[in-house]
């Protein structure tokens, strides 16, 4: 998740055919995944990965790929107003919340290969996708690697991993921010050991750090992604969301320029990096600037988010 290129990087997000592995019930409950009214809990497996992603909503297909630390239920406060306009397809990556923690594959071009194939298990063809954080990163990925089947895509806060990730400073200047976590997250087994049942002191520091209106991110929330990530099985999984950097920054130079619209939404803090990177990385672009946000965008300023998905994606 980043902020901007140079120093500072943010947190850093048709009808469910019968081909769906499963409904809200006994799967949903084993994994105490939230309910939100008007939506449903479904399960695929799809490329070698049993995925947990909740739907609803008529009309176009909508998919709403989460980051870290967090699961679909960050988009919970915009899902109900996008599903007046589109059929909402929240998934969650692999590695995270419901959705089954395999030993790898977590570098995003794979994982934008299992958004492509659960689509397409689901009947459609093209879809229109956003993304948040890590799931950004994974939207970008589904745009550059599955042209055909993207509408158009919009990026929340973050971009794809590219070289400038090897120039955040893990010790910043007086004054400065310190991505910690980027490197954290990259030491195998020691988070695992350190953090397992005790996720909430991590969660609450990155919400109220890196937040410009921490009480955005409630006490349900909170707790929704505490258990999410609180076991070592979690950490070790989502973890390898980072540990794959090296392999999305050699993807990416492979990708040519975004062939589908794309739009921009970015916090204060990383308005700069998308306005100077976006030029580069996609033939046509729009960029809209969320003021009164930190990073958490959709629960921040979830009006004027929903709003611009809406008139974007319509």
């Known amino acids: ?119 397409r298990k689901l009947g459609y ?7 948040h954080d890590l799931g950004s990163m994974s939207a970008f990925a589904f745009a550059a690697n599955f042209p055909a089947a993207t509408n158009k895509v919009a990026f929340m806060d973050v971009l794809h991993p590219d070289e400038s990730f090897y120039q955040i400073p893990l010790l910043p200047r007086p004054g400065g921010f310190s991505v910690w976590w980027f490197a954290f997250n990259q030491v195998l087994q020691l988070p695992e050991q350190l953090l397992t049942g005790r996720f909430r002191y991590l969660a609450d520091w990155l919400f109220d750090h890196t937040a410009f209106t921490p009480a955005a991110i409630d006490e349900r929330s909170r707790q929704i992604y505490t258990r999410a990530y609180d076991s070592a099985e979690a950490i070790r999984a989502t973890n390898g969301w980072y540990q794959a950097f090296h392999q999305d920054i050699a993807d990416g130079k492979t990708y040519a320029k975004l062939a589908p619209p794309v739009l921009g939404l970015a916090s204060v803090s990383s308005y700069d990096q998308f306005a100077a990177t976006l030029p580069a990385v996609a033939n046509q672009f729009e960029l809209v600037r969320v003021d009164g946000s930190g990073h958490w965008l959709a629960e921040e300023q979830p009006d004027l988010v929903a709003r611009e998905i809406t008139r974007f994606f319509s």
């Open 1 to 119: 998740m980043e902020l901007n290129r140079r120093s500072v990087f943010a947190l850093g997000a048709g009808a469910a055919l019968a081909a769906t592995a499963g409904t809200a019930g006994a799967d949903a409950s084993k994994h105490r995944e939230p309910d939100l009214p008007g939506f449903r809990h479904n399960y695929a497996e799809v490329n070698g990965v049993r995925l947990h992603y909740v739907t609803g909503g008529t009309g176009e297909p909508l998919v709403l790929l989460p980051g870290w630390p967090q699961t679909w239920w960050l988009y919970h406060k915009i899902m109900p107003a996008l599903a007046a306009k589109f059929r909402v397809i929240a998934v969650d990556l692999r590695g995270m919340g419901g959705s089954e923690k395999p030993a790898g594959g977590f570098d995003k071009k794979t994982m934008a290969t299992d958004i492509h194939e659960l689509i």
């Open 125 to 131: 063809t093209k879809v229109n996708v956003v993304g």
